[in-house]
């Protein structure tokens, strides 16, 4: 096992660039968990900045307009997706309601009635999808006879509920946990591109020498047996990163894993870092210089982070952006996580996506090892 040494040894002497990495991250996450923690304890209607596109004007659209004035704040928004996915992005509304002309009719049949767009980044835009909900419900119980009857729908809209705060043990429950760990796990797939590319790919350069070539091909040891040793030290190594990260959330959110699917996100970690792995490997059988890799590493984890719903939420971001971050599993990766599903059957397609392009990967850097060789 002296390779498998070796390339631990020389992966240590790159420490700091690991640690500059994960520090910085769990000092984000830190300060994102203590201010969580404070919006938590007390229930606070919040008037939200509102766009409405109403596209029906009808009676019943018009109270729907009446109603979501008297509970947020209604602010001039473009009609078209991209410049309503532009002002939640830069702040400007916090949720964009489009009533579509058929809006009457799609109540009627209990049909999805309006497109709702809210800024996925603040826990408070969930209020507009309860308000909407609120007066459907009220709006289809009053429907007979062919009419609404919108009198008892405002009366009923009008009549105020007192909110108490389930507790479990004296302590008040943790709704803004999942966003943490959603928030937490999807910053994780940027540092984990970071750390290996970066790391593993100094390694392996270091390895791939021409001193060090030439003494392996002189030396006793087999070249299978050669690989067998480097693939086994970049699989401990980029086990001991992701269970850093693992426990890492379980440290500083750990009395909040019953609220959440934990066992979710290991996985889907897992194979992201297994599908980032086997990346590593196809960079480093084409790139040889270390400043390139270093580049490398650093544009593709900004890169793929920002086209593929890691800093900016997916739902904010164009088709046409979407459909470019198609073509890298971080899309796939952030996806399971934000979908929030409570079983593995829900999500198989992205989980198999992932290992796909795990599998192309590593034929990729086979195919280009094996020409490296004969070369």
Known sequence: MTVYKYFIKIALRNKWAILSYTIIFFIIAALNGSSTSQ???????????????????????????????????????????????????????????VIPEDFEERVINKEKAVEVYRDDRKMESVQIQTQLNKFFVFINATYENGRFNLSDVNTALDEKATVNLMKDGGKVKDQGAVQWFRYYYNFTSYVIIGIYIMVMGLVMNDFMNENVDSRRKISSKRFLRFNEEIYLGQLSLAGLITLIFILGSIVLRGKYIGEVNLGMYVANLAVFSFTILCLTFLINNIVKNKFAISAISTVLSLGTSFISGVMVPQQLLGKNVLTVAKFFPTYYYVKINDMQANSFSDVRYEIFMQLLFAAAFLLMGLYFSKAAQKA
């Open 39 to 97: 919006r938590e304890a007390n229930f606070v209607e919040t008037k939200l900045n509102v766009g409405i596109i109403d596209n029906s004007k009808s009676e019943l659209s018009g109270e729907l307009k009446k109603y979501l004035i008297k509970k947020n704040n209604i602010v001039e928004v473009g009609s078209d997706e991209s410049s309503i996915k532009e002002e939640i992005f830069l702040g400007i509304a916090d949720a964009v309601i």
